[in-house]
């Protein structure tokens, strides 16, 4: 009878490890808060971080949160709290990007991973394209402008991803951008980017599994574009900001 | 009239090469000199770029630039101009610990060529923060480090230049301040050029001048360095490898440790320097020092006018076993010439960043000294023109090593020992103390004690063929003295 409570204490004891995420302060990485400091390098050191230990989330609390494109791994959540703003920054050789789309928050072949709270996405997008119209134009970057546009969001080939009840404004590209990925789920976004009038709220292709709930769009000319060759896709409660509801073609 | 073509030809080639050698402006490529953004991802596009469209000099005009690390690529010259400081940041993860080197460093160059850093501006580590913030993340567990000694290991702290494997390079006029760690490290590299830079490197524990490892082809001069350990530091890491063909002139240096060292880490060696015009000034260790203590080599080295004021010891040269796996270390053809040197009673690096650490202690004040080892002795050594005023005092009360075979012989050899000056505590003689020698030349030497001193000016043990000529010995109060005392020693020749 005691060793059988011993194993269901065991059981519980392991599971909960493999449950329990734990959660990280942005601080603990010597993030900083003031928009000023650019945090690439400790955000992606603390994402690495998380992921090695075997996942969790990293919180931001309120305070602006510079940084140029950061890669998220397997198992991390990165949780923008009432206040927090992710800002982009507007210097261009600081983005990278996945599958050839760069983006702030990038990923590419990982799982299980997540950006939610109630926070805020900046991409600072005018200064942005000023600056990739300048470099171009004195031929440093041999880009188009929309190959060195960076999205807001640009995952590839990942699986079992749950973006979540933020705020996204002002990307230079597509706010968010979804190629070959598995097991989508877009809920509670207010998507506002209408200073570029190209920008799409939400671009997705070759996606297998897609829910999109709850979810507010405001761009220019187009809010989602599909290119047909996704599966499984659910619509609920989804709104353009013109008031028509969310439908598209697939 | 093939003359005059010949000169159009040169004019012509001339103003190619200046045309190849574009310049590139920094803020051009969208890095700012705000001394807020960190502008690792930018200068490095600019050095790509430059690197990339037929190499040029990347202009950092008057400005502060922060950035993390960033990597020189071939042709590329970073030119400072005067009021342009490039500004470490002070977060330890902006930096890149090299895979292949294993140190972290502002400026990394990996197995590139015609490349340099150049003009009268500056380079600020800002290491003492960056090293700090570095401890606090291995506190908060999200660095791993022992932190031994309460500090991050020195490959965990960023240097502010790490070369490796480069061909062609020039530093110049430049300014280098602060780093977390060691200073300017310059490894394995080919045909190094340094001229009239001026380095300020005393925030941190490790902090050198300038550290040139297994390199061939070096010079350095015109140069003025303040360093917390080190100041014109020559290594050999890899027993295949060593530095040779090396030229310092006209240099000044401050040190809380050596002055001019070889070693510590010596497993290749040292070949044919020549090191005239040198200047070592406040520095708690020797101004002159050699080790030869993990199997390397040491040959050919001729060091003409030297002038030392406050430093702890002038000349220290050392043959050891400490991490010889089986090579068998030498230390031959060495000659010092033209040496004024005075040697305090007091700390010489009192009240400078980061002091040295008193230590073995009690002794009194110690000589200058070439110690051997009973089987691999020191070889071929001539002094000559060489004035040292010591502050002599020596108190046996305190500290005393007297002549007698069995106290001689109770100097421990030390084979394995961290080579310093003072590392066999108190010795026999206060002048200059010889040990496990052969083809020692004292020409025109004056030894000079402002106070008397219980121990005779020189010792020689087990020194074979020493000769002395024009030897002049002052101490107060020391009419009779026998000031060469000779122990196991033979063919000594005093003229």
Request: aromatic letters at 10%.
């Amino acid at each position: 009878m005691q060793k059988l409570f011993l194993k269901i204490c065991l059981i519980i004891v392991m599971s909960q490890g493999a449950l329990c995420a734990k959660d990280y302060n942005a601080s603990l990485f010597g993030i900083k808060s003031d928009g000023v400091t650019l945090n690439t390098p400790s955000i992606q050191k603390a994402i690495d971080f998380i992921s090695e230990k075997g996942g969790g989330k990293l919180k931001f609390y309120v305070g602006r949160y510079l940084t140029g494109s950061i890669q998220l791994k397997s198992n991390v959540t990165i949780e923008l709290n009432e206040g927090a703003v992710l800002v982009g920054t507007s210097s261009i050789y600081d983005y990278v990007g996945a599958n050839g789309i760069k983006a702030l928050i990038v990923a590419d072949g990982q799982q299980n991973i997540g950006v939610s709270g109630k926070g805020v996405i900046e991409g600072q997008g005018p200064t942005v394209l000023e600056q990739i119209a300048k470099q171009i134009q004195k031929g440093y970057l041999q880009e188009t402008i929309s190959q060195a546009s960076p999205a807001l969001i640009a995952l590839n080939n990942c699986t079992s991803i749950n973006i979540e009840g933020f705020n996204l404004q002002n990307a230079c590209g597509n706010v968010i951008a979804l190629t070959a990925c598995k097991q989508v789920r877009l809920a509670g976004l207010k998507i506002k980017s209408t200073t570029n009038k190209e920008t799409k709220g939400l671009v997705f292709s070759k996606v297998d599994g897609i829910k999109l709930e709850n979810l507010f769009i405001e761009t220019v000319v187009s809010e989602i574009k599909s290119d047909g060759l996704s599966t499984n896709i659910s619509l609920v409660n989804c709104q353009y900001a013109s008031g028509k509801s969310l439908i598209f073609k697939n | 009239m093939i003359y005059k073509n010949k000169i159009t030809l040169f004019f012509f080639l001339l103003l190619g090469f200046q045309l190849s050698a574009k310049d590139y402006i920094a803020t051009e490529f969208g890095v700012k000199n705000d001394g807020l953004t960190l502008n690792t991802c930018s200068i490095q596009k600019a050095i790509d770029f430059i690197h990339e469209h037929g190499g040029g000099r990347l202009v950092f005009e008057s400005g502060n630039y922060v950035t993390g690390s960033i990597y020189l690529k071939s042709n590329v010259t970073l030119q400072l101009d005067y009021g342009a400081t490039i500004l470490g940041s002070t977060n330890p993860f902006d930096y890149v610990k090299d895979k292949k080197i294993g140190w972290m460093s502002m400026i990394f160059a990996v197995n590139q060529e015609n490349i340099g850093i150049t003009g009268k501006g500056i380079i600020n580590g800002r290491g003492f923060t960056t090293a700090n913030n570095m401890v606090n993340y291995i506190h908060r567990g999200v660095y791993v480090d022992p932190l031994k000694y309460d500090r991050p290991n020195e490959t965990n702290r960023p240097q502010n230049i790490y070369f490796r494997e480069c061909t062609n390079i020039k530093i110049i006029d430049i300014t280098l301040k602060d780093p977390a760690s060691w200073n300017q490290t310059y490894d394995q590299c080919k045909n190094l050029y340094v001229d009239h830079i001026t380095v300020d490197s005393k925030s941190y524990w490790n902090n050198d001048g300038i550290d040139v490892v297994d390199c061939d082809g070096v010079v350095i001069k015109n140069s003025y360095f303040d360093a917390a350990d080190d100041v014109l530091c020559f290594k050999s890491h890899s027993a295949q490898h060593m530095c040779q063909n090396v030229v310092v002139d006209n240099c000044v240096g401050r040190s809380s440790a050596n002055g001019l060292k070889f070693g510590t880490v010596s497993r290749g060696g040292f070949k044919n320097f020549k090191v005239t015009n040198l200047t070592i000034y406040d520095t708690f260790r020797s101004a002159i020092t050699f080790a030869a203590v993990d199997g390397g080599e040491i040959e050919n080295i001729v060091i003409d006018g030297v002038r030392s004021i406050n430093t702890g010891n002038v000349i220290y040269l050392r043959i050891g076993d400490r991490w010889s796996s089986r090579k068998k270390p030498y230390m031959k053809n060495i000659t010092i010439s033209n040496v004024y040197a005075e040697v305090p009673f007091g700390k010489p690096d009192a009240g400078y960043n980061f002091e040295g650490p008193i230590e073995d202690l009690p002794r009194n004040i110690s000589p200058a000294s070439i110690v051997g080892l009973v089987e691999n002795k020191i070889q071929n050594v001539t002094l000559k023109n060489i004035q040292i005023v010591y502050p002599g005092s020596g108190n046996p009360l305190y500290a005393k090593r007297g002549l007698t075979p069995a106290e001689l012989d109770g100097i421990p050899e030390m084979r394995e020992a961290y080579p310093e000056f003072s590392q066999f505590k108190e010795l026999p003689a206060w002048g200059f103390y010889v040990r496990h020698a052969e083809g020692i030349t004292f020409e025109n030497v004056t030894f000079t004690a402002l106070k008397k001193d219980y121990r005779p000016s020189v010792v020689l043990d087990d020194v074979k063929n020493a000769t002395f000529s024009g030897l002049v010995v002052n101490e107060p109060e020391s009419v009779g003295k026998q000031q060469v005392f000779p122990y196991k020693t033979s063919n000594l020749i005093i003229k």
